[in-house]
Each structure stands twice: as C-alpha cells, then as structure tokens.
C-alpha cells in the first residue's frame, strides 16, 4: 500500500488520538482509585481479614471510636505502618473509626493523662470511655471495642466513713487515679456510709473495701456480711495486721491472714532499698490476669492463706516468689528469713473466690477478689508497673465484663515455598536459557521474514 500524505496525516491523527485517549483512561482510572478501594485476600487463611466477631461488633457501634496511637515514629514507618495497616482492616468495614498519631517523646503530658506505658499503645474512646490496647491483635482490639460498645450503668460502690482510701482523692494514700480510670471506661462510682446510709443500693455491681482505718459498726459488718451473703460482687483490699471487726466476713470467704509483712529480695535487682516491698512478675493462670505480661509492685504487704468455705471455689491471682517470705519479727537492720517464725514463700497476696447461685435461667456466678494491700493502686504507687492495668481488669472481671470474643489465631502455610533441587534446576535453566533464547529467536525470526519482503 502506497503511503501518501493523507493517509500519513491519517495515521499520525488515529496515534495522537489513541495518545489522547490512553492518558485520559490512566487519569480516570487513577481518580477513581481515590474514591474507591477494593482489596482481596489471597492468603491461605485470610489472615488479613477481619473475623466475623470483630465485624459483628462493629455493627454495634452508634458512634465513632477515636483511635490515639503513641509510636515514636515521625513518619510512616515500621511501627507507625504496621498499625496503620492494622486499624484499616477495621476501617475498611467501618470508616468511622479515626486513627491519629502522637510521638510521645514529644507530648508527655498526654501520655500522663492517658496513662499510656509503652511505645505502639493504643487507646480507644467513645462515648467519653476510654479502653488500652497494647498489641496488634485482633482479639484483643475487638474485645476493647465490645467493651466499649456495651451499654448499661456499672455502678462501684466505695464503703466510707472508717477512713478508707477515696475513690476520687487526692492524697497520696487515696485512689484518686485509679477511680479516674475506672470512670474513663464507663463506671459510675458511688460511695456510701452505712451509718447514714444502712442499705447498699441494689444496682450495686461491686462494693470496694479499701483499708478501713477504724472498725466498721457490729451493725455495719452485718450488712456487708449480708450483702455477700445474698450473691454481691466484692473487691476488698486488705492491710498487714489483725482483720479487727471485720474477721467474721474472712470467715465467710474461707480467707485467712498470715501474721507478718511480705518480705521479697527481689526488689534489691530494681534498687529498692525497701525490703517490705513485693514484686510479682508471673501470673497463676486467671480470667482476670490473662496476657498480663507486665510485672507489678506492691508495698507492705501481708500474705493470704485460702481456707475452702462453703460453696467458694478459690483460685490464686497474685503470687510471690519462692525465695520471699512473711517477716514476723522486727524489720530492722539486716532483714533475714528466720526459720521456725517467718513463713516461706511463695505467698498469696490476692484471691479470687467465685461460686454459683441460683438454678435455671436466674442462675449467675458471684465474684469476689480480697488483696493483701491496699497501697498498689494508691496515688503514690499505682503509676509502678501493670498496677493500674491490674486494678482495671479486677473491677471488669468482678463486674462480669469478661465475656471475651475468642478468636483463634491464623496460621500462615503460604509464607514459605519449598522447591526440590531438579526443579530449582529446571527454573533456572528457564530463566537463564530457554526464555532469553525464545526472545532472541523470536526476533531473529521476525528480522528475516522483514530481509525477505
């Protein structure tokens, strides 16, 4: 075919068109990516999609949950990503979540006020609630979004009036932080003296015994005693010394007090020259503590000794080591384990009793956690440590908000390719002959056909 200049014009006009064209289809292509995502898992387990429980539970939220990440990574990397990547699972099902980054080497008055200890930690909020998550986990991100999602008033009741510790003080012995924490998740805290008040409320989830100073009334003892006698749920916090007015509800526990203080050499390795001073670093494995990894510090302790009553089933949540003891003598000088008078460790220093009452559908479990201190979660020491964390998942499991959604881990058989020696051979001599040969023969081919015409 004979080219003149028209149809060349005709040709160059078709090229500019298809030019034209071509850039206009990238530019819609590349807006549209903008407005719409759409992404597939293509791994064997799915292991980058959410579970049906966690969207499920999504489904339950009204409103949007802020998420605050503390990572020090000024940009997109490593950490930051990963979380990034992690949250948008989430997001992809319900945009309203918002995540938001602070570096907390450069805002520490935030990570104060949010209580944040360590780098990668997450706090959720909604509806004026706060929840932590510490790992990029799935189960333990839904579960913090179930926690928040549940409606409903929780109400702690603080007993009063015998000098106990202040939910909402200020002084270094009250638990003024602690009860902060407790409201950021949802709980309304009451306190209530029995002398003017002589009835804890009925929609009371927990009543909170925190190291009375004075004893309580004969008549007050016999409506706590009656209180847990009837099924409510207790957090009572114990100190070193004689139970005084209040043994008769020991007694109805099965809870016995070992004479002494807690001695632990453990806390020479952390420089506390304290030697009354207790650390626990490993958990007995409890609803309460699970995944609690964090050690936690617990000054003048006294040890508890589990004596089964009734129909409580008893179990161990905090525990010393072995090379500690409960010091009987004087704490003066050289402080040694003496044997035939000190008690050797390990020793209790909280316990958890539950047993079931009622029968059929008004059947329920009734929960109770007596500690060997009081001063954990003190607004001098509840900073040390898990102390705050471990004092928030107590109220929860006493307040039977541990109904955890389970969900199993994904394994990953498509992270590894195991190839033979023949065929790795064959690949290679693929790679390196046979298809840079069919190339080169393809275009030797093409290049006579063209010397022939």
Do not use: C
């Not at 570096?103 to 520490?108: F, G, H, V």
């Amino acid at each position: 075919m004979e080219l003149n200049s028209h149809i060349r014009r005709q040709l160059r006009l078709q090229g500019y068109t298809f030019a034209v064209l071509f850039l206009a289809a990238v530019a819609l292509v590349a807006w549209l990516s903008t407005r719409y995502h759409v992404q597939a898992d293509w791994t064997a387990s799915g292991r980058h999609t959410l579970a049906e429980a966690s969207v499920a539970v999504l489904a339950t939220l009204q409103e949007p949950v802020t998420v605050t990440a503390f990572a020090r990574d000024s940009e997109l990397t490593a950490s930051r990503r990963a979380i990034v990547d992690f949250i948008g699972r989430y997001q992809r099902h319900d945009p309203r979540l918002r995540l938001s980054f602070v570096n907390p080497d450069l805002s520490p008055d935030k990570v104060r006020t949010y209580g944040v200890t360590r780098d990668g930690e997450m706090v959720l909020e909604y509806r004026g609630r706060r929840e932590h998550v510490q790992a990029l986990a799935e189960e333990d991100f839904t579960n913090a979004l179930q926690r928040l999602a549940r409606s409903g008033e929780r109400r702690i009741v603080f007993l009063q009036g015998h000098g106990e510790r202040k939910p909402r003080g200020l002084a270094n012995h009250d638990l003024g932080s602690f009860g902060q924490q407790l409201e950021n998740k949802g709980f309304v805290l009451g306190e209530l003296n029995l002398a003017e008040t002589p009835a804890i409320p009925a929609d009371t989830v927990a009543l909170v015994i925190a190291s009375p100073q004075v004893n309580l009334l004969a008549g007050e003892v016999a409506q706590v005693r009656e209180f847990v006698a009837q099924g409510g749920n207790l957090l009572w916090f114990l100190e070193p010394g004689a139970l005084g007015a209040l043994a008769p509800l020991a007694e109805l526990l099965g809870i016995e007090q070992l004479p002494g203080l807690v001695v632990d050499p453990t806390t020479q390795v952390l420089n506390i020259a304290d030697p009354t001073f207790s650390v626990v670093a490993d958990y007995p494995a409890h609803a309460a503590t699970a995944g609690l990894d964090t050690l936690t510090l617990f000054p003048t302790a006294g040890a508890l000794r589990i004596n089964a009553a009734d129909d409580w089933q008893p179990a161990p949540l905090l525990r010393t080591v072995a090379r500690s003891w409960s010091e009987t003598g004087a704490l003066e000088g050289t402080v040694v384990f003496d044997t035939g008078k000190d008690i050797a460790g390990p020793l209790q220093l909280g316990v958890a009793l539950t047993r079931e009452l009622g029968d059929g559908d008004a059947r329920r479990t009734q929960r109770v956690v007596v500690l060997g201190d009081g001063d954990f979660l003190s607004n001098a020491f509840v900073g040390n440590g898990a102390n705050l964390e471990l004092g928030s998942r107590l109220v929860n499991w006493l307040s039977h908000d541990d109904a955890f959604i389970t969900i199993p881990p994904r394994t990953a058989p498509d992270v590894s390719l195991t190839i033979s020696q023949p065929l790795s051979l064959l690949m290679g001599a693929g790679f390196l002959l046979l298809i840079p040969g069919a190339l080169v023969g393809g275009g030797l081919t093409l290049w006579f056909r063209r010397r022939r015409r």
